[in-house]
């Protein structure tokens, strides 16, 4: 398990409050996803910084008892997200944080173990806020039979899922991702990334939610069956706001149980 740095001043990251936060997808793929989630959550927390060299390559070798092609494979997938970049004669620096890729998964999840939960949850909602909203009033003005024939799905499976494992995640998930696609706007599929990493958080801080927040889904998707934009709009906007609250009372109560 990596290591939690605390930092003066901020209260304790979710990762630590949360033991099996770093058990989210199991036992480690293999060598090459333990090189490359070691390394970014290290850069994240800014143990591995734009003004601090970065690790020599034999040096990680050595680290991670890997061969040269592995450690080359993970410099190369960080460099896709933005976390590095290697030059011929200058060779692998540290980017700062506004080149960092922050809607892929893994980066994001890096954030949440690094950052105090309530910095994290009010940046992925205030950003959800913002865009969401938007996108279910499209929706409701763009959506095809077949489109909202897949929200009406998405809906029936969260109606039927437990809330005890994964099937709930994968249902409330689709329902947000079906109305991204009914909006007809293709940038706006890179937020199903950002949706994705808070439904999985959510759920495990707190499985009542899913429970709570279902009629509300339910409206927001009968304005969009009914193509009524604004209805659509103010309804995910609610659902949003109603759930922030709510996860906010959770990590406060996990905040104040710690020792």
């Not at 999840?109 to 939960?117: C, I, K, L």
């Not at 706007?185 to 890179?190: I, V």
Request: glycine content about 6%.
């Amino acid at each position: 398990m990596m290591m939690i740095v605390k930092r003066p001043g901020n209260k304790t990251p979710m990762a630590e409050q949360d033991p099996g936060f770093h058990e989210r997808r199991g036992p480690k793929r293999n060598l090459f996803a333990h090189v490359v989630e070691s390394l970014g959550a290290r850069i994240v927390k800014g143990e591995l910084g734009p003004a601090m060299p970065f690790p020599r390559e034999a040096d990680l070798c050595v680290e991670f008892g890997a061969s040269r092609s592995v450690i080359r494979e993970a410099v190369k997938a960080l460099a896709a997200r933005g976390l590095i970049a290697s030059q011929t004669r200058i060779g692998i620096r540290v980017l700062a944080p506004f080149n960092w890729n922050l809607l892929d998964a893994d980066v994001l999840n890096w954030r949440y173990s690094a950052m105090p939960p309530e910095q994290f949850y009010g940046e992925l909602f205030e950003i959800r806020r913002m865009i969401e909203p938007a996108a279910a009033r499209l929706a409701a003005r763009r959506r095809s039979r077949r489109e909202i024939a897949a929200i009406a799905d998405a809906f029936a499976r969260m109606s039927r899922a437990s809330r005890v494992d994964r099937s709930c995640i994968e249902a409330d998930l689709s329902f947000h991702r079906s109305i991204l696609v009914a909006s007809h706007n293709a940038l706006l599929l890179q937020m199903g990334n950002l949706i994705a990493v808070g439904l999985d958080i959510a759920h495990r801080i707190s499985a009542e939610s899913f429970v709570v927040f279902l009629p509300l889904h339910e409206t927001v998707y009968d304005a969009i069956a009914r193509r009524d934009g604004e209805a659509a709009e103010a309804a995910m906007q609610h659902l949003l706001s109603e759930t922030h609250e709510f996860m906010r009372g959770r990590i406060g109560a996990l905040s104040t149980r710690r020792p």
